[in-house]
Each structure stands twice: as C-alpha cells, then as structure tokens.
C-alpha cells in the first residue's frame, strides 16, 4: 500500500508542471509617431518592452466562434520605457486574442501607471494562433513577428483625453 502511495505521488508530482504551464507574450520596440491626441506621458519615441503571462490552463472569460478573451491577474502584465516608465499590473487585465481573415490581432487591456488606462494591439500574421487559442492560451507561429504602426499601437488614456501612439517592434513568446 505504500508503495502504491508512492507510485501516485510521484505521478501527481510529475503531471503538476505540465498543468499549470504559463505563456509569456513578449513585446520590444518603440513607440510612436503619435497618431492622435498630445502623449502627456512623453512616451512617442521612447523603446519599450512589455510582458504579459497567462496560464495555458486558463478558460476564456468571454468567446466568439472568432475570439477570445482572457483574464491576466494582478502581476501578469509588465512593462518598462525608456522615458523612465515601469509598470506592474496591479489588478486584472484582459487579453482578447481575435482569429481574422486576413490576420490575427491580439488585445491586452487594463488599468496602466499613473492612473492611465491602457490598451495595446497587436496586428499579426493570419493563422499566427491555432483555433486551440479560442479554448485555451496557446503559442503562436511564427515568433517573433514584427509589428508596425499603423495597425499595432499603444493606446492610453489620462484624466479623460486619449492618445495612440504606433508601435514598430516585434511580438515573441
């Protein structure tokens, strides 16, 4: 009997990494030009790099039969600018991954620094994701990808006024 025991806590044990496996999207590059309102943060032209990690165990909050989105908790996002901007997510995000007919576009959304509220895009390649992502977070091919403006922007908004600015990086995971 104990050996038995031991048997299935070793298998638990095993199987436990691959369950609760986590996927890191990675975005670096530069923002900018602005594209619309005054960038009160100065952030147009600074390089930036950003993280967001999410549990490929995770079940999708909302969905389409072309959707998906999901829930990041507190610490799950991150992000650093050159302009001397660091940021951990405090509280929940979202990150909505859409399959398209001629792309893919991931969204990641939240509260931002200093009381922003934040939202960046991402325009991809199609069939970047595998259907798999509309039930679970899952890698996509090829990584990395290189993102530009205008489809690929950092939107952010201030005390009630909006700015977009581009993005020219690449996306990885």
């Known amino acids: 009997m104990k050996r038995l ?35 009160p943060l100065g952030a147009n032209g600074a390089t930036a790099t950003a993280t967001f990690t999410v549990s490929t165990t995770a079940n999708p909050i909302s969905s389409t039969a072309t959707s998906a989105t999901y829930r990041l908790p507190a610490g799950a996002v991150t992000a650093t600018l050159s302009n001397g901007i660091s940021f951990t997510s405090t509280a929940a995000w979202k990150m909505k991954v859409t399959l398209a007919a001629t792309h893919d576009r991931l969204v990641c959304s939240g509260p931002g620094p200093l009381g922003t509220t934040v939202s960046a895009t991402s325009y991809m390649r199609h069939n970047s994701w595998t259907n798999g992502v509309l039930t679970h977070p899952t890698a996509f091919t090829p990584t990395p990808q290189n993102l530009r403006p205008p489809r690929s922007t950092l939107k952010y908004t201030l005390a009630g006024s909006s700015t977009v600015l581009g993005f020219t990086g690449t996306i990885s995971n």
């Open 5 to 39: 025991l031991l048997l299935l806590t070793v298998f638990v044990l095993g199987l436990a990494p691959m369950l609760a496996q986590n996927l890191t999207i990675t975005l670096n590059g530069t923002l900018g030009p602005i594209q619309s309102g005054s960038d």
